[in-house]
C-alpha cells in the first residue's frame, strides 16, 4: 500500500513514517520546515519512502501533494493526518489581534487543511478497485485527549481537534459507501517536541494524572496508527482510540 502521512519528519509523524514502512508499505511524508531532517530520514530509510514540503494552511499546495504521492508510487491507500501546531493561547491574554490569528492559524492547519487533504485523497481512493472486505481507502486523523478533556491555555488546539473527531465520524458516515473508512486516534502527552515545553515545566504533575505513570512515546501512537492502516479494524470505521496511559478514560 501507498501511505501519505503530513508532518513525517519529527515527533509522532517520524515515527509513523518509521512503522509503517517497517511493515512494507511505501511511504510518502510532508514537511513544512524541517528539510534538512526529512530528507535524512529519506536517506536512512531508502527504497519506498518520499517527502515533500506542504504548509497544509496553503490549499493550492495540497493538490500537488496528493498527485505527487500517486505520480511516486501509484496509488494513494491511506491518508494519516497528523500534522499540527500547539501554541499558547490564553483566555486572559490582552493581544486580541493574537488571539484571533492564533485561532485562524491553528484551524487553517489542524482541521482545515486534514479536512482539504482529506477531500482530495478520497478521490484517488474512489479509483482503486475494493479490497476483499470493500475497503478502497482509509483516512487516519491524529486527533488528542485535549478534543475531549478541553485545554486551559491552548483552547483554539483543543477546539481544532474536537472538529478533526468529528470529521472523521462525517467521513466515516458519509463515505462508507465509497468503500472509505475513517479512524481517529487521540493521544494525551507524548514526549515529543511539540509537548516538550509544557512537559519542561509540569512534567511531575503531568505524570501524576497518568494511572500509568508515564508519558507516553511516539511508538506508543505509531503501533495504533500501523494496525488502523493495515486492515485489519475497519469495521470499526468512526472509531476514536484513546492512547493515553487512562489519563482520560471516556
Same mark, same amino acid.
Given at each position: 500500500?501507498?501511505?501519505?502521512?503530513?508532518?513525517?519528519?519529527?515527533?509522532?509523524?517520524?515515527?509513523?513514517?518509521?512503522?509503517?514502512?517497517?511493515?512494507?508499505?511505501?511511504?510518502?511524508?510532508?514537511?513544512?520546515?524541517?528539510?534538512?531532517?526529512?530528507?535524512?530520514?529519506?536517506?536512512?530509510?531508502?527504497?519506498?519512502?518520499?517527502?515533500?514540503?506542504?504548509?497544509?494552511?496553503?490549499?493550492?499546495?495540497?493538490?500537488?501533494?496528493?498527485?505527487?504521492?500517486?505520480?511516486?508510487?501509484?496509488?494513494?491507500?491511506?491518508?494519516?493526518?497528523?500534522?499540527?501546531?500547539?501554541?499558547?493561547?490564553?483566555?486572559?491574554?490582552?493581544?486580541?489581534?493574537?488571539?484571533?490569528?492564533?485561532?485562524?492559524?491553528?484551524?487553517?492547519?489542524?482541521?482545515?487543511?486534514?479536512?482539504?487533504?482529506?477531500?482530495?485523497?478520497m478521490r484517488k481512493m474512489r479509483e482503486r478497485p475494493?479490497?476483499?472486505? @470493500?475497503?478502497? @481507502?482509509?483516512?487516519?486523523?491524529?486527533?488528542?485527549?485535549?478534543?475531549?478533556?478541553?485545554?486551559?491555555?491552548?483552547?483554539?488546539?483543543?477546539?481544532?481537534?474536537?472538529?478533526?473527531v468529528n470529521l472523521t465520524k462525517s467521513i466515516a458516515?458519509?463515505?462508507?459507501?465509497?468503500?472509505?473508512?475513517?479512524?481517529?486516534?487521540?493521544? @494525551?502527552?507524548?514526549?515529543?517536541?511539540?509537548?516538550?515545553?509544557?512537559?519542561?515545566?509540569?512534567?511531575?504533575?503531568?505524570?501524576?494524572?497518568?494511572?500509568?505513570?508515564?508519558?507516553?512515546?511516539?511508538?506508543?501512537?505509531?503501533?495504533?496508527?500501523?494496525?488502523?492502516?493495515?486492515?485489519?479494524?475497519?469495521?470499526?470505521?468512526?472509531?476514536?482510540?484513546?492512547?493515553?496511559?487512562?489519563?482520560?478514560?471516556?
Open positions: 500500500m501507498t501511505i501519505l502521512v503530513t508532518g513525517g519528519s519529527r515527533g509522532i509523524g517520524e515515527a509513523i513514517v518509521r512503522a509503517l514502512h517497517r511493515t512494507g508499505h511505501a511511504v510518502l511524508f510532508s514537511y513544512a520546515t524541517q528539510r534538512e531532517r526529512a530528507e535524512a530520514i529519506v536517506r536512512e530509510l531508502g527504497d519506498r519512502v518520499g517527502c515533500a514540503r506542504c504548509d497544509l494552511a496553503e490549499a493550492d499546495t495540497l493538490s500537488v501533494l496528493v498527485d505527487g504521492t500517486v505520480r511516486r508510487f501509484g496509488s494513494l491507500d491511506v491518508l494519516v493526518n497528523n500534522a499540527a501546531i500547539f501554541e499558547e493561547n490564553p483566555f486572559e491574554g490582552d493581544d486580541f489581534a493574537r488571539w484571533t490569528e492564533g485561532w485562524q492559524r491553528t484551524f487553517a492547519i489542524n482541521l482545515f487543511g486534514a479536512a482539504n487533504l482529506s477531500w482530495l485523497a475494493p479490497q476483499p472486505n @470493500g475497503t478502497r @481507502g482509509r483516512i487516519i486523523n491524529i486527533a488528542s485527549r485535549a478534543a475531549h478533556r478541553g485545554e486551559l491555555t491552548y483552547a483554539d488546539y483543543g477546539a481544532s481537534k474536537a472538529a478533526l458516515r458519509g463515505c462508507a459507501k465509497d468503500g472509505i473508512v475513517a479512524f481517529a486516534v487521540a493521544p @494525551g502527552f507524548i514526549e515529543t517536541e511539540m509537548a516538550a515545553g509544557e512537559l519542561a515545566r509540569d512534567r511531575a504533575q503531568v505524570e501524576a494524572e497518568i494511572p500509568l505513570g508515564r508519558v507516553g512515546t511516539p511508538d506508543d501512537v505509531a503501533r495504533i496508527v500501523a494496525l488502523l492502516a493495515s486492515g485489519e479494524a475497519d469495521y470499526a470505521t468512526g472509531t476514536t482510540i484513546d492512547v493515553n496511559g487512562a489519563s482520560y478514560v471516556r
